[in-house]
């Protein structure tokens, strides 16, 4: 089976995963804002720490009427943009069509699917550290691996995206992605939320790189609080996670190229942040089976009151 990609956000994660996919020979077809008059003219650039490469022509496009229908349409945006995705989507999908959310958080994947019924929606989690450098200029510094898998209940045509989403695994290995099937996307995603929920929110509200974070005692042993009690959270509604993660991933991170997560990048920028699906959701699924998450619910509202006084 060969599968015509689309791929709405053509950021870092867009970028990465698209520009390999297009680099090993897959059909992709890319949508673009204020980089399309570049990219249709220099390509797509790469730097990567498993190789880079330049792709100097690539199918660009400035919007959704443009572009062909595709069979998977990976969607690259932050979730802060969700509100304009059925509008952007409905273009590019026929009968049969799988979109691919590529975002962090909790229930995207629902809300999606009540927002086109009918329409098979998968999700993945990229476990990369990629950043837009500058028009069509992507920097892949550490990781990359992708789990991709359908949530339990989005609408009757989850069953037909768990069928696409074996050749897509397979294209992105050829591709040079580790990228795998995840049997249970609820657990995959709760377990991310385990190093974002922290890192995330604490790169803004401290100013500081990952690296920072891990280095200094103090600021240690809050992530790894804020970890365990996402943890938590996870195991009140059901998701198995075990306490050693949270040690683990600090482990990881200290020994991972010092990062500035996608979070303190918006912030710096002066960007809407995605604290609704990172932070909000998970809190009050949390709530809902019985368990608090105060240190969770802080940084919402430390991030909020940043956010707030952007330009004052």
Known sequence: ???????VGTGALGGYYGGRLAQAG????FLLRSDYGFVRENGLRVDSVKGGFHLPAVN?????REMPRCDVVLVCIKTTGNAALPGLLRPLLHPGAVVLLL??????EEDLAAALPGVAVAGGLAFVCAQKKGPGHIAHLDYGDLDIGVPGATGADGGA???????????????GVPAKLAPDLAFARWRKLVWNV????LTVVMGATTDRLVAHEATRELVRDVMLEVVGGANAVGVPLKES????????????TPYAPSMKLDCDHRRPMEIEYIYDRPVAAAAHAG??????????RQLRFVQDCYGR
């Open 26 to 29: 897959r059909e992709v077809h």
């Open 60 to 64: 660009a496009y400035a919007t959704v």
């Open 198 to 201: 922290p890192f995330n929110g």
């Open 161 to 175: 995206a768990s069928g696409v989403l074996g050749q897509v695994a397979e294209d992105l290995r050829a591709a």
């Open 291 to 300: 368990f608090d998450m105060p240190r969770t619910a802080m940084l919402a």
């Open 245 to 256: 993660l949270a040690q683990k991933m600090i482990d990881n991170t200290l020994q991972m």
């Open 103 to 108: 975002q962090n958080g909790l229930g995207v």
């Open 1 to 7: 089976m060969r599968i015509r990609y689309g791929v």
